[in-house]
């Protein structure tokens, strides 16, 4: 990791591309001080290797374009491949986070209708599902150690949604946004919230579910199909 930072250090970045690539690597759960510096050094070291790979593979490859154009083609795989990694981590932690929301707003109802204000509901929901979803549970600390920090909890609730990018978030930051500022009951805002996630996830698997049939075409009529054509029609043949 320290070589790595040290050689990401060394690459020329501007302002605006480290800042988007830190909360990509933000939304991704890598906070560290030193992500954005080993996330370059991986991308500089990744482009190297292919790059000699590809000038070492060069001598046995007989098309003259192919040969000319392999070691820049893995220069060019060696720079992005950590971007599309990235990407697939991006999307897979905000899964999780969209998952998790039910769970978490049941609590947060039961903690607000316990008398709690919001920002103790957050803290304790953090506290709570710790165990059960880390990446969640991660986020809403944030959240609370910035409110204590001093930042507004209307900030700190958007930069939530900021930081994890998922959809479901940032609606659910919105109206607890909302309910806070014109004074609205939290607990039936979150509970009614809860039961729309819920349905909504409900019906995005009867989606699935339902194009089984129509995705199941195609190993049937390609795979088992001449299968059972050959076993069928073999012995009479």
Known sequence: ???????????????????????????????????????????????????????????????????????????VVGYLAPNLVLDLLISRRQNIIRLSLPDALDLMVVCTEAGLGLDQAIRVVAREIE???????????????????GTRRTDALLNLGRRTGEPETKKLVSLLVQSDRFGTSMGDALRTHADFMRTRRKQEAEERANKIGVKLIFPIFFLILPSIVLVALGPAL
């Open 131 to 149: 165990f059960v979803h880390k990446p969640l549970s991660e986020e809403l600390a944030l959240v609370s150690l910035e409110m204590r920090a």
């Open 1 to 75: 990791v320290t070589s790595l930072q040290w050689l990401g250090e060394k690459v020329p970045i501007s302002p605006q591309a480290a800042s988007l690539t830190r909360l990509l690597l933000t939304g991704a759960g890598f906070r560290q001080d030193y992500a954005l510096a080993v996330f370059f050094g991986i991308k500089v070291l990744l482009c190297a290797a292919l790059l000699l790979a590809g000038l070492i593979l060069r001598s046995y490859i007989e098309a003259p374009i192919l040969s000319f154009a392999a070691p820049f083609l893995g220069a």
